[in-house]
C-alpha cells in the first residue's frame, strides 16, 4: 500500500460530460503529480501541485484542470470527454516535489468514454 | 529535451532464468535522477529503485540488480533467477534538476515482462 488514495476505482461516461477524480496524498506529502495511462501515449505527465499552488504543466488538455486544496488533497476535472480520453489516470505524491525525491502512486482510476 | 527509451517492448523467459531490462535516457542537465517502477497486472506502479547522476555505484537489493552506467546513458534492471511474481510491465523513468526544479517523471515506454513456470 502506497499510503495515496484515488478515487473512483473506475469511472465510465460519456463522450461531452465531466467527471471529477480525487486524490488523497501520502500523510506529511506537500506535492501531489497527475498522470495519464493510455495505450498509445503511455505514461505522460499531466500537472504537479505543491502545498496548494501549481507548481508544473506538461501534456495536459485545455479541457482538463486541476486544483489542490489546504488539506493537501487534489482534484482533477476533465470535461467535454472525447473518446480520446479513456486511460488510466494516475496521482503520485511526493514529500517535497524535488526531482531526487521517489513519488509514490495510487492504484489509479480508469475512466471508459463510451 | 529529456527523453527514456526501453527498446524490448517484451520480454518472456522462463522461471529461474536471469533477465536483464535496458533503459537508456538523454538529458543535457548534470543533476538527475533515474527510476524503475513496477507495473503489476493488477495496475499500480510501484516504486522500485532510486539513483542520482553523482553515484555510479551498482545497486543490488535480493535479486534485483542496477547498473548504471554514464557513458553509455545506461541504467539496466536485472532480475537474477526470475519468479513467476515478477511478470509486470517495468518502467524506466528520469527527473532533471533539484532545489526547486519540477519534479516530475519521463517515462520510457516500459517492458512487458512475462515468466513462465
Known amino acids: 500500500d502506497s499510503g495515496v488514495t484515488q478515487t473512483p476505482k473506475h469511472l465510465i461516461t460519456a463522450t461531452g460530460q465531466r467527471v471529477t477524480l480525487r486524490c488523497s496524498p501520502r500523510s506529511g506529502d506537500l506535492s501531489v503529480y497527475w498522470y495519464q495511462q493510455s495505450l498509445d501515449q503511455g505514461l505522460q505527465f499531466l500537472i504537479q501541485?505543491?502545498?496548494?499552488?501549481?507548481?508544473a504543466k506538461g501534456n495536459i488538455l485545455e479541457r482538463f484542470s486541476a486544483q489542490q486544496f489546504p488539506d493537501l488533497h487534489s482534484e482533477l476535472n476533465l470535461s467535454s470527454l472525447e473518446l480520446g480520453d479513456s486511460a488510466l489516470y494516475f496521482c503520485?505524491?511526493?514529500?517535497?516535489?524535488?526531482?531526487?525525491?521517489?513519488?509514490?502512486f495510487g492504484d489509479g482510476t480508469r475512466l471508459s468514454i463510451l | 529535451a529529456q527523453k527514456v527509451t526501453q527498446a524490448q517492448t517484451e520480454i518472456s523467459v522462463v522461471e529461474k532464468e536471469d533477465v536483464t531490462l535496458d533503459c537508456v535516457y538523454e538529458?543535457?542537465?548534470?543533476?538527475?535522477?533515474l527510476f524503475w517502477y513496477k507495473q503489476p497486472p493488477s495496475g499500480e506502479l510501484v516504486f522500485l529503485i532510486r539513483r542520482n547522476s553523482f553515484d555510479e555505484q551498482n545497486e543490488i537489493s535480493g535479486r534485483y540488480s542496477w547498473n548504471f552506467q554514464k557513458s553509455t546513458s545506461s541504467f539496466n534492471f536485472t532480475i537474477t533467477a526470475s519468479q513467476v511474481v515478477d511478470s509486470a510491465v517495468y518502467f524506466c523513468a528520469l527527473s532533471v534538476g533539484y532545489g526547486g526544479s519540477q519534479g516530475n517523471l519521463i517515462f520510457g515506454k516500459g517492458t512487458k515482462l512475462s515468466v513462465k513456470p
Open positions: 501541485y505543491y502545498n496548494g499552488e501549481e507548481r
Open positions: 503520485a505524491s511526493s514529500a517535497s516535489g524535488q526531482g531526487h525525491q521517489p513519488q509514490h
Open positions: 538529458t543535457r542537465d548534470t543533476t538527475y535522477y
